[in-house]
């Protein structure tokens, strides 16, 4: 991968890999969809079948498979959670982007979702507290924070300024 983006559920790392792809002309995978490719099913019935650590075996199978592959990278909210992730992370020579957002917002984006298996029957407080229990293992991955609460074309030019100095 070439850059790979993280952040929690509602963040807009599907969006920005996109218009990120776009820009840059490379290729974007979303890890969440190969998953279900993979998995041949979607990923409420993955949890509803496997449960959350059924799920993130599979997604951690999916992360390594897919970091040598060219192109953006867009995970799932809940990818850093796992140790075996970070390492992987971590190890990688691609710049890991942390698109940084308000509970509030994430709430806003996410509460009326209900293929967000972890999300769905959360409260305000609730996703505002998972978020918390997260942030640490965000960023123990991340290259680069970026302010997610702006609009898209701001964010993406803050990465592609980043990723260009860099490169």
């Known amino acids: 991968m070439d850059l790979i ?3 929690f559920m509602g963040s807009g790392k599907t969006t920005i890999s996109q218009l990120l792809g776009e820009r840059l002309g490379l290729p974007v995978t979303d890890l969440d969809q190969v998953i279900v490719e993979t998995a041949e099913r979607s990923i409420a019935a993955i949890f509803a079948e496997q449960g959350e650590v059924g799920f993130r075996l599979l997604e ?3 992360l390594a ?3 040598d592959q060219p192109g953006i990278l867009a995970t799932g909210g809940g990818v850093p959670t796992q140790e075996q992730n970070r390492e992987l992370l971590q190890r990688h020579a691609a710049p890991v982007i942390l ?3 308000a509970p509030e917002t994430a709430y ?4 009326a979702d209900k293929h967000r298996p972890i999300a769905k ?3 305000l407080a609730e996703l505002a507290a998972l978020k918390a229990s997260r942030q640490a293992y965000y960023q123990s ?3 680069l924070v970026v302010d ?3 609009t898209p074309e701001t964010i993406v030019n803050e990465i592609i300024d980043y990723f260009q100095a860099i490169n």
Do not use: S, W, Y
């Open 108 to 111: 806003e984006r996410v509460k």
């Open 148 to 150: 997610a609460n702006q």
């Open 121 to 123: 029957n959360l409260n």
């Open 99 to 101: 698109l940084e957002i």
């Open 141 to 143: 991955c991340a290259d």
């Open 5 to 7: 983006l993280i952040g």
């Open 65 to 67: 498979a897919q970091l």
């Open 60 to 62: 951690t199978q999916a």
